[in-house]
């Protein structure tokens, strides 16, 4: 097999994947997870919303309710797929390599999708202002709490029109506070704690927003739960 017919082997197997996707509903707060001791039969249960749908200020509950749905939810379904993919795949000594680890990279995507999604929504429903200590906390790391606003706004534009992540991470290696540019679900930096995240993918505002990704930074601002950011911190 040539390198151009393995690469389209591989994407046309992940395509496979995505494609089998399940739409589902949110779930209710009383729902329990699943849980596996093994890595290869663990099925994720997607985590409901931690607000109404409809209760966040100028981002539709149309959006939010597509954005769990389509994207968070199908991740979640993709990932869980993934999973059995891989024991099978593992099972079977005539598995090539180089498809293995088309499989193994799938599921780095789906499961930096998954709990970036996760994150995202869990620091939103909130009324977009920082407590004082907080507040004091990141201006100690970058001089004023507006210089890091005006930092981590600055990624977002400059991802706007494209896809990836904002994080405000604390870097446990480090032990530093600062913010991250991400490209995609898996170039999240090592050994960093995510403490806010925003979602820069097109998906996340512009059936609300067009292209206008300013006015989505700052409808997010304005819906941070902070309570939630200080928790992580």
């Keep these: 097999m040539t390198t151009t017919s393995r690469r389209e082997f591989v994407h046309g197997a992940a395509a ?13 707060a009383s729902e329990e997870k699943t849980v596996s001791n093994t890595a290869y039969d663990y099925q994720h249960v997607p985590a409901p919303l931690p607000f109404a749908a409809k209760a966040l200020n100028g981002i539709s509950e149309k959006l939010v309710q597509s954005h769990w ?17 891989l024991k ?3 099972g079977d000594s005539n598995t ?13 995507l789906r499961t930096g999708s998954v709990v970036l999604h996760e994150l995202y929504f869990g620091n939103l429903g909130g009324d977009g202002k920082a407590g004082a200590d907080l507040r004091a906390r990141i201006a100690a790391s970058f001089g004023s709490f507006d210089a890091w606003e005006s930092e981590f706004r600055k990624i977002g534009q400059g991802l706007g029109g494209g896809s990836g992540w904002v994080v405000l991470g604390f870097n446990q290696k480090l032990k530093l506070l600062e913010n991250y540019w991400m490209a ?16 820069m993918y097109e998906h996340a505002y512009q059936m609300d927003f067009g292209a206008a990704a300013a006015k989505y930074i700052d409808a997010f601002f304005s819906n941070i739960n902070w ?7």
Excluded: C, F
């Excluded at 995609?184 to 979602?199: E, K, R, S």
């Design 16 to 28: 496979t994947l995505v494609a089998a996707s399940a739409i589902a509903t949110p779930l209710a």
């Design 184 to 199: 995609d679900h898996a170039t999240a930096p090592a050994d960093t704690a995510p403490i806010l995240v925003m979602d």
């Design 227 to 233: 309570d939630t950011v200080a928790q992580r911190l």
């Design 96 to 108: 090539p390599a180089y498809l293995y680890n088309g499989l193994k990279r799938e599921q780095l």
């Design 69 to 85: 749905q389509n994207n968070y939810t199908g991740a979640v379904t993709a990932l869980n797929l993934l999973r059995g993919r």
């Design 88 to 90: 099978q795949a593992l």
